[in-house]
């Protein structure tokens, strides 16, 4: 019993790490700035240092602790992001900001490494085997001070593909959107889509009645499943229990066992038990006195005529 909760126990083990292991492979870098020296961006110490935007690209929390940032690739655990900060869990398809100044004792999104201006700079993320690359990008040395480089599209691309990133300047076109979405939607296209094809919502309300109905039909045939299953099951246990018994086969007390029997049964011990009662038909009267009691006395109890 020891070895298989043990396995057991390991097992579960080797299941949640994988599926943390999985998720954490959904974290993209997203935006960088190498040279923050003439944009509002500021961290919480009013400070304009460069910074690394990465985004939850899974659609559940994902939890970064433990994960290493790092812009040397001869030390991929450089930066290790620190347990116990309850921030570190980044809400689905949403973003978290590290300011790489060198200065990890002003927190947890502060690094210990900074980058160079004016050169190529790279920056990788690994999980926390120190060995697997979740995602990595060389930012190129002619980015100028203020721009950023960032993905064309929130996390969708490749691992080091040039041709998903893009430079962008503040521009109103390419706006720069630390802790943002790096394409702001102002609307959503299928629901617009929908809206135009579905004006008065009779194709929704169809499409609804249709899942409701067909839930309901899988679940009558899932209860229907189960229910024989579960008389299958019963049936077997009592042929084996009867044949435990008396080594009879299941027709001959199906044969022994019919309502007829049973009901030549019943009467026969009725017959012999007489366990009716027989009740007499002479019906005696007995006249008792009683004892005179106001509570009993006509005299209180009829309603007296008003007086004129």
Same mark, same amino acid.
């Given at each position: ?79 290790? &992001? ?8 980044? =809400? ?45 990008? &060389? ?5 100028? =001070? ?31 959107? =630390? ?38 039909? &899988? ?74 009691? =106001? ?14």
């Amino acid at each position: 019993m020891n070895k298989r909760l043990l396995t057991l126990l390991l097992v579960t083990v080797a299941i949640v790490s994988s599926v943390c292991a999985q998720g954490r492979r959904g974290l993209r870098i997203n935006e960088i700035m190498i040279a923050n020296d003439s944009t509002s961006v500021v961290d919480d110490f009013g400070q304009y240092s460069a910074w690394v935007e990465l985004f939850n690209s899974t659609f559940g929390p994902l939890e970064i602790s433990s994960v290493f940032l790092t812009n040397d690739r001869n030390n991929n655990t450089l930066y290790p &992001v620190p347990l116990g900060d309850v921030n570190t869990e980044i =809400p689905s398809r949403q973003h978290i900001l590290f300011w790489a100044d060198g200065e990890p004792n002003k927190g947890t999104f502060h690094t210990n490494f900074t980058f160079t201006p004016g050169q190529d700079n790279y920056v990788a993320i690994y999980d926390a085997n120190g060995l697997t690359l979740i995602d990595e990008i &060389v930012i190129p040395g002619d980015l100028k =001070p203020g721009q950023s480089y960032a993905r064309k599209a929130d996390g969708e691309g490749g691992i080091n593909n040039p041709d998903d990133w893009e430079v962008r300047d503040g521009s109103e076109t390419k706006y720069i959107t =630390p802790s943002s979405n790096n394409i702001i939607k102002s609307t959503n296209n299928k629901v617009d889509s929908f809206a135009e094809h579905d004006p008065h919502g009779f194709a929704m309300a169809v499409m609804a009645m249709c899942i409701v109905f067909t839930a309901l039909l &899988v679940l009558s045939i899932c209860f229907y499943i189960i229910n024989s299953i579960g008389a299958n099951i019963s049936r077997k246990r009592k042929v084996k229990a009867l044949a435990d018994n008396d080594g009879e086969s299941e027709e001959h007390h199906h044969e022994q066992d019919s309502g007829e029997v049973i009901a030549a049964i019943a009467a026969a011990l009725a017959e012999h038990l007489d366990a009716h009662d027989r009740e007499s038909t002479v019906l005696t009267i007995n006249k008792v006195r009683r004892a005179y009691s =106001p509570w009993s006395s006509k005299i209180y109890s009829l309603r007296e005529l008003p007086r004129r």
